[in-house]
C-alpha cells in the first residue's frame, strides 16, 4: 500500500527532531515526513469538512492535538470539493503540552478549578490576534466542527455511551452548551473521579481537562450554538 507518514507538533518543536526521524526511518523503513501547521490544518480540513451542517457563511474547523491546535476559518459557498480556507491559526497548546505547562493537578477542587481558569486564559491569549481577526467573520449562522480525542470523548459523555463507540460519534451535533457543562464538570473532579467515567478512563483521564480548556477558549472565539463532532482528520486527508 502507498502511504504518507507525517509528524506534526512534537517533532516540529523538539530539538531532536530530526534525529527521530532518522531513527525511525533507519530502524522501521518508515519515512515521516515533519509537516508544517498550516499543512497540518489543511488535512484537518480535508478530513473532515463534509461533516460541516449547511449554512451561509465561513465556518470554523479546529483540531486539538497533543501539542498544538489548528483552527481554520474556511468557505464553502463555491463550487463542490474542498473549501477555499479563508484564514487559519495555529497556537503551541494542546492537551500534553497544556498539561505540563500548568503543572501537577490541585488535590483541592478549589485548586483544580484554578488551573482550569489558567488553562483557558493561557489558551484565550494566544488566541487574541486570531480572534480580532474573526470578527470581521462573524454571521449569524456560526457554524462549528471540531476533530480530536477531546470533542469525541466529550460526545460520547454527552450520549452517556457505556464505551466508546465511533458510529455514534463521528458525524454527530451537539449543543455548544452541553459540551460546555460537561468541559465545567470534568474540571471540577479529581483524577480518579475522571477514571471512573466511561470514554474517559484511564488513558485520556489526565489529559482532557486540558482539552476542555482549549475547547472552551474556542467557543469563547466562535460562539456558535452547535458543535459538530468529527472522528476523523489529518489521517482521512
Known amino acids: 500500500h502507498l502511504a504518507r507518514s507525517v509528524a506534526t507538533e512534537a517533532c516540529r518543536q523538539a530539538e531532536n527532531g530530526a534525529e527521530f526521524v532518522e ?44 501539542g498544538s ?7 464553502d459557498s463555491g463550487s463542490p470539493g474542498v473549501p477555499h480556507i479563508v484564514d487559519w491559526e495555529s497556537v503551541p497548546w ?8 500548568l503543572g501537577d493537578e490541585h488535590d483541592s477542587h478549589a485548586g ?18 486570531f480572534a480580532r481577526r474573526l470578527e470581521a467573520h462573524h454571521a449569524p449562522d456560526l457554524r462549528l466542527l471540531g476533530t480530536s480525542g477531546t470533542v469525541t470523548t466529550l460526545a460520547s459523555i454527552h450520549l452517556d455511551l457505556p464505551q466508546y463507540n465511533r458510529h455514534a460519534v463521528d458525524g454527530l451535533v451537539v449543543p455548544a452548551d452541553s459540551m460546555r457543562a460537561i468541559s465545567q464538570r470534568l474540571s471540577g473532579l479529581s483524577l480518579s473521579e475522571r477514571r471512573q467515567i466511561p470514554c474517559v478512563g484511564n488513558e485520556r483521564s489526565g489529559l482532557v481537562v486540558a482539552g476542555c480548556a482549549i475547547l472552551e477558549a474556542i467557543l469563547d472565539l466562535w ?10 482528520g489529518i489521517r482521512e486527508g
Not at 225 to 232: I, M, S
Request: net charge negative; glycine share 10%.
Open 69 to 75: 491546535t489548528e483552527l481554520v476559518l474556511i468557505d
Open 223 to 232: 460562539p456558535a450554538t452547535r458543535l459538530g463532532v468529527a472522528d476523523r
Open 23 to 66: 531513527r525511525v526511518a533507519r530502524e522501521t523503513g518508515i519515512l515521516l515526513d515533519i509537516i508544517s501547521a498550516e499543512e497540518e490544518a489543511r488535512l484537518a480540513v480535508l478530513g473532515c469538512h463534509k461533516l460541516l451542517e449547511e449554512g451561509t457563511g465561513p465556518a470554523l474547523i479546529f483540531d486539538i492535538g497533543g
Open 112 to 129: 483544580r478549578v484554578d488551573r482550569y481558569a489558567a488553562m483557558r486564559q493561557r489558551v484565550e491569549d494566544s488566541l487574541a490576534t
Open 94 to 101: 494542546g492537551v500534553v503540552s497544556l498539561s505540563e505547562t
